[in-house]
């Protein structure tokens, strides 16, 4: 069983930066993991994955800005989100992937098996 726990949103300014944090207990670091997002009214999108060897994707919407990565030994993911702007408020969710290994990052929501309860982030203008 995996369970997640994000961390790090907040409140800020566009232009500024947040780091958000996940931490996971259980076996994550064969399996594939991301962060999702959904503001009001929206759909949830993909934002960013990786995958058990550390191959990762970004979403076009948030190329050069955002950086996704994992430090096995701390069975953590992170997401450092630089450049913010105020569409990229939303809540922010961590996942990981029901099967394992996963050797290729994944967008489709359905292969992640495991959710965090969400971190809120707020970016003003």
């Known amino acids: 069983q995996v369970q997640l726990v994000e961390s790090g949103g907040g409140s800020v300014q566009a232009g500024g930066s947040l780091r958000l944090s996940c931490a996971a207990s259980?076996?994550?670091?064969?399996?594939?993991m991301g962060w999702f997002r959904q503001a009001p009214g929206k759909q949830r999108e993909g934002v960013a994955v990786i995958d058990s060897d550390g191959g990762n994707a970004v979403a076009d919407s948030v190329k050069g800005r955002f950086t996704i990565s994992k430090d096995n030994a701390k069975n953590t993911l992170y997401l450092q989100m630089n450049s913010l702007k105020p569409e990229d408020t939303a809540m922010y969710y961590c996942s990981a992937s029901s099967a394992w290994p996963c050797y290729r990052p994944t967008w489709r929501s359905s292969d992640y098996g495991y959710w965090g309860q969400g971190t809120q982030v707020t970016v003003s203008s």
């Open positions: 259980g076996y994550t670091s064969s399996r594939c």
